[in-house]
């Protein structure tokens, strides 16, 4: 672990009478893959849409990322400060081409203002270009190549899954938030999953933090585990250590 | 079927994909520039019409069709330019510089209008900007001494440099000469970051917000350049209507507007100048086709309205991606004959977002 990279202080939130995070606090490490598990309605989901301040913290809770404090910043300066998410159940732009759909990544990243779009200047032209070599690399990186100009709307889901993940990478973020990046594939994909995960945060050099259901997959990727029931933290660990955990054992399979 | 081999990024950014376009789009800029020698007078007139319902459908476009944000207020933004763009003539401003001034206006209360926007989505934005269009209404009846309340306002004659661009043939080529330059600046809007930030917003809120996207200020500036085209479309309209009194600018013309783009396809271009051809055209052809009807049915009061509405009812059941929509699907046939089948088009059912966020 090279120092902290997010950390997260007495994080609580309820949705009415339930409180579905209870003074939940972690720290991931710079480079990490961290993983957050636990059954149905743990809160892990909860947890993701803190960071991506989807959801306001309750109380003293509070969140830093890359030494800056960032509990209380728009939803849209998210991205800016270099976190990029996919959602659970997909979250594309379903009308438009996989290729439309990474470039919105690039978003972010643009130069050009209202007026110079207009008028399509030179200017824009280039940053047009440059975008699009980002994103050629996230989509060789990927295997997306076949699926370049096809509208999202007609792909298979693994497919789309993949190409959420590529749209979060064209961000180029620090951090990568996934939210069970393989619900709904296959075990073929499953194992796919397990490869660009370490992929991306080898060669891309991004953080990960997912949620997962997956043991095998959780217990191959991750450096560290966060095991969740009821909206607060079981234990954190090492992957087979939380495996053997008696109160993990006991949050999955009851007394 | 028609293969691109693709060598350069640049490729993709451009207007026209490959010579076949380049080709047929001149055609269709030629005969379009031909047509005051083989028309007569009335059906150039129809035809600038046509080219004016096209500029204020491109910015409904944007709006509906790319931003996913449904107005129907826009007569209100018709009337904005069309009032300021005559009070602008009347003041002595030359033509260019009131009607670029009419359409910053218009977008200005846009942008203003749009800012309540970014709380409402479907029928509720539809019915708060069907309110704006009323309290528009009865501004326009009220300052009298802007407007000439319903005394009206005489619309001076379109000049420019000593030229005078109230002819036929001239207006016909100024409407064109708009429309042209409209469709280039929303293709640019299209195809840079704006544009796509518009369809994110369009398609997930909530991923365009992960995605850095700024949604009030996205929505806001949809409805600022939905209303600057619409502003302009006005200005052209108030030369088209000759006088403007607050009656010519009510609900009934944004629903057509509505009816235009939803008709034409709703989130393409294309789209819209079937729209308007659609909404420009088809009065003419009910009046031609009253004359071959028994008296009994075409003296029916109400005929046109009721036509328009069948007609938006069986586009929304059997076509609901409109002309375009239809046009692509007759292109797609021939490009995959003999291959293409029955079922490639069929609707199906998603039950993969069930758990979607809002």
């Not at chain 1, 998410?85 to 203002?113: A, D, P, W, Y």
């Not at chain 2, 393409?268 to 086709?289: D, K, N, R, T």
């Amino acid at each position: 672990m090279k120092g902290v990279l997010f950390s997260a202080r007495n994080l609580n939130l309820s949705f009415g009478g339930v409180r579905a995070v209870r003074d939940v606090s972690f720290d991931i490490g710079r480079g990490e893959v961290y993983s957050i598990i636990g059954p149905n309605g743990a809160g892990k989901t909860t947890i993701l849409n803190l960071i991506s301040r989807l959801y306001d913290v309750e109380g003293d809770g509070r969140m830093t990322f890359d030494g800056e404090e960032i509990t209380r910043i728009a939803a849209h300066d998210i991205a800016r400060r270099g976190i990029a998410r996919t959602f659970q159940n997909t979250e594309l732009f379903e009308h438009e081409t996989v290729l439309k759909n990474l470039l919105i990544g690039r978003h972010i990243h643009r130069k050009s203002n209202l007026l110079t779009e207009l008028l399509f200047t030179p200017a824009v032209a280039r940053q047009e270009i440059e975008f699009r070599k980002v994103v050629e690399d996230v989509i060789d990186l990927l295997d997306l190549q076949h699926y370049r100009n096809q509208v999202i709307g007609s792909l298979p889901y693994g497919v789309r899954k993949m190409v959420e993940v590529a749209r979060a990478l064209c961000i180029q973020p620090k951090m990568l938030l996934l939210d069970e990046p393989s619900s709904g594939l296959n075990p073929e994909e499953t194992e796919d999953v397990a490869f660009w995960i370490e992929d991306i945060n080898e060669d891309f050099g991004a953080t990960v933090v997912m949620v997962e259901h997956d043991m095998n997959l959780v217990s191959t990727t991750s450096n560290r585990v966060m095991a969740m029931a009821d909206g607060a933290v079981l234990a954190i660990g090492e992957p087979a250590e939380i495996q053997s955990h008696p109160e993990v054992h006991r949050a999955y399979l009851g007394d | 079927m028609r293969f691109l081999f693709k060598t350069n990024y640049r490729q993709d950014v451009r207007l026209f994909k490959h010579n076949g376009q380049r080709f047929w789009y001149s055609l269709l800029l030629a005969g379009v520039l031909l047509a005051p020698l083989l028309m007569d007078e009335f059906y150039l007139g129809e035809l600038a019409l046509v080219y004016i319902y096209a500029i204020a459908g491109i910015g409904l476009m944007l709006l509906v069709g790319y931003t996913g944000l449904v107005s129907l207020g826009h007569a209100a933004f018709l009337a904005i330019g069309a009032y300021s763009h005559t009070w602008f003539l009347a003041h002595g401003w030359p033509f260019p510089l009131a009607l670029l001034k009419a359409s910053l206006i218009t977008a200005l209360v846009g942008a203003i209008v749009g800012l309540p926007a970014m709380r409402m989505t479907g029928i509720y934005l539809a019915i708060a900007t069907l309110a704006f269009a009323v309290i528009v209404e009865q501004v326009i009846v009220h300052w009298e001494s802007v407007t000439g309340g319903f005394r009206g306002m005489l619309v001076p004659q379109a000049q420019f440099l000593g030229l005078d661009l109230s002819g036929s043939t001239a207006f016909y080529f100024l409407c064109l000469f708009i429309l042209l330059i409209c469709l280039l600046l929303a293709l640019n809007i299209l195809r840079s970051p704006t544009g796509r930030a518009m369809t994110a917003v369009r398609d997930s809120e909530i991923s365009a917000q992960s995605m850095g996207i700024h949604l009030a200020r996205t929505k806001s500036i949809a409805f600022a350049i939905s209303a600057g085209f619409t502003g302009l479309a006005g200005g052209l309209l108030a030369h088209k209507m000759g006088y403007l009194a607050p009656d010519a600018f009510t609900i009934l013309i944004s629903i057509q507007l509505l009816l235009m783009v939803v008709v034409g396809g709703l989130g393409s271009l294309h789209g819209v100048i079937y729209g308007a051809i659609f909404i420009g055209l088809l009065p003419q052809g009910i009046a031609l086709m009253r004359d071959y009807l028994p008296p009994a049915v075409s003296q029916i009061p109400g005929l046109e309205p009721g036509i328009f509405g069948f007609i938006m009812i069986l586009f929304l059941i059997y076509e609901p991606l409109g002309i375009y929509g239809r046009w692509l699907k007759i292109r797609q046939y021939f490009e995959l004959f003999p291959l293409y089948r029955k079922s490639t088009h069929k609707r199906q059912k998603s039950y993969l977002r069930t758990e979607r966020m809002r």
